[in-house]
T-cell receptor, first 119, second 114 residues
């Protein structure tokens, strides 16, 4: 079974600065997807960014980017120019591919990192 | 564009009572999921439905049952609620032919069992 580990329960960053959230995972599969979800106090789960394991290029979405190291099984999220609205719980998630033996696109989540943005 | 709608948003039950959490999606998605979220934990999968007419257990299915009523709706039932089932419950759906499609989540149901 896959596991996802977020080793930083809490992080803080000054507004306009850059912060990196860590995520590692354990799997024997070669093909899979990785996601970062954001959960603000409103409790919504909002997709931030996704990465296909077969792609070497790191995904980027505006101020959000990832550092995907497949061999090290590491998937960190970098938030540049942090804004007050970025304050939230961030979850890293792993998803198998059905043809890799996984079932029906189920997600395995880490325990989350609570990000505080200081003005 | 409602996406994934969960009802109710909040509920308080007494131990032993039964309750059904409702979930509906309007995105014509094939797959639907129920997760629970507890303090200090990520989301854990309770049950999922890969397509209409099928359901399968996830990581923490004990104490729950599900029904995929039709393609739109996927309900979660607690037959005899226990305090350990106090949690926030999320429904999600996923669809499309492309492998990179993510799951879309509802806003959650906060359930307290006294």
């Amino acid at each position: 079974a896959q596991t996802v580990t977020q080793s930083q329960p809490e992080m803080s960053v000054q507004e306009a600065e850059t912060v990196t959230l860590s995520c590692t995972y354990d799997t024997s599969e070669s093909d899979y997807y990785l996601f970062w979800y954001k959960q603000p106090p409103s409790r919504q789960m909002i997709l931030v960014i996704r990465q296909e394991a077969y792609k070497q290029q790191n995904a980027t979405e505006n101020r959000f980017s990832v550092n995907f190291q497949k061999a090290a099984k590491s998937f960190s999220l970098k938030i540049s120019d942090s804004q007050l609205g970025d304050a939230a719980m961030y979850f890293c998630a792993y998803r198998s591919e059905p043809y890799s033996g996984g079932s029906n696109y189920k997600l395995t989540f880490g325990k989350g990192t609570l990000l505080t943005v200081n003005p | 564009n409602a996406g994934v709608t969960q009802t109710p948003k909040f509920q308080v039950l007494k131990t032993g009572q039964s309750m059904t959490l409702q979930c509906a999606q309007d995105m014509n998605h094939n797959s639907m999921y129920w997760y629970r979220q507890d303090p200090g934990m990520g989301l854990r999968l309770i049950y999922y439905s890969a397509s209409e007419g099928t359901t399968d257990k996830g990581e923490v299915p004990n104490g729950y049952n599900v029904s995929r009523l039709n393609k739109r709706e996927f309900s979660l039932r607690l037959e005899s609620a226990a305090p350990s089932q106090t949690s926030v419950y999320f429904c999600a759906s996923r669809g499309g032919n492309l492998s990179n499609q993510p799951q879309h989540f509802g806003d959650g149901t906060r359930l307290s069992i006294l």
